[in-house]
């Protein structure tokens, strides 16, 4: 049982440079989100999808970008990563939006 | 806007004492709240999920109360062990924009 898979794990990223962390869902969940955690500040929703083709901005969207192309997959894009990007980033998935959230293990990113 | 508050930030109990972790929230116009528990270095797990018209929901020695009409939740954790220490996280909220606390961070010693 796979569930929420999240990838890569940890990376290390230069100011300026750009990349993709991918997270992938095996339970059909209509809705997929992602959240960043830091700190003092608590889990924060960057973006969420409601369903394929469909997408929209959380609390902090600025600097990401998402797409859905497939039910299973939902990538998060740092376009020009930022130091204050660096967090630890969740994917999470529910089968309805009412329904439980169940989360990935996580993608520890930090940017130089 | 949603805000959630968890207190106390940190708690420390002896194996076997009974508990209850608090979170208030500040507009009850809710859909639902749920209850996760967080490992150091890994994702959140789901423990209870309660719906806006239900008042509690119990799962083993966990059991969670919900009062929309004065923004609280409280859960209850019976017979804590060693194995429950981790930081336990709550979040309401709009289904697609659930707001969450920043958890409180229990130890239980043996």
């Known amino acids: 049982n796979a569930g929420v898979t999240q990838t890569p794990k940890f990376q290390v990223l230069k100011t300026g440079q750009s990349m993709t962390l991918q997270c992938a869902q095996d339970m059909n969940h209509e809705y997929m989100s992602w959240y960043r955690q830091d700190p003092g500040m608590g889990l924060r929703l960057i973006h969420y999808s409601v369903g394929a083709g469909i997408t929209d901005q959380g609390e902090v969207p600025n600097g990401y970008n998402v797409s859905r192309s497939t039910t299973e997959d939902f990538p998060l894009r740092l376009l020009s990563a930022a130091p204050s990007q660096t967090s630890v980033y969740f994917c999470?998935?529910?089968?309805?939006?009412?329904?439980?959230?169940?989360f990935g293990e996580g993608s520890r990113l930090t940017v130089l | 806007k949603q805000e959630v508050t968890q207190i106390p930030a940190a708690l420390s109990v002896p194996e076997g004492e009974n508990l209850v972790l608090n979170c208030s929230f500040t507009?009850?116009?809710?859909?639902?709240l749920q209850w996760f528990r967080q490992d150091p270095g890994k994702g959140l797990t789901s423990l209870l999920l309660i719906q806006s018209s239900q008042r509690e929901q119990t799962s083993g020695r966990l059991n969670a109360s919900l009062d929309k009409s004065s923004g609280r939740s409280t859960l209850y954790i019976a017979a804590s062990q060693p194995g429950d220490s981790a930081t336990y996280l709550c979040a309401v909220g709009r289904p697609e924009k659930l707001v969450f606390g920043k958890g409180t961070k229990l130890t239980v010693n043996p």
């Open positions: 999470a998935s529910s089968w309805t939006l009412t329904g439980e959230l169940f």
């Open positions: 507009d009850s116009a809710i859909y639902n």
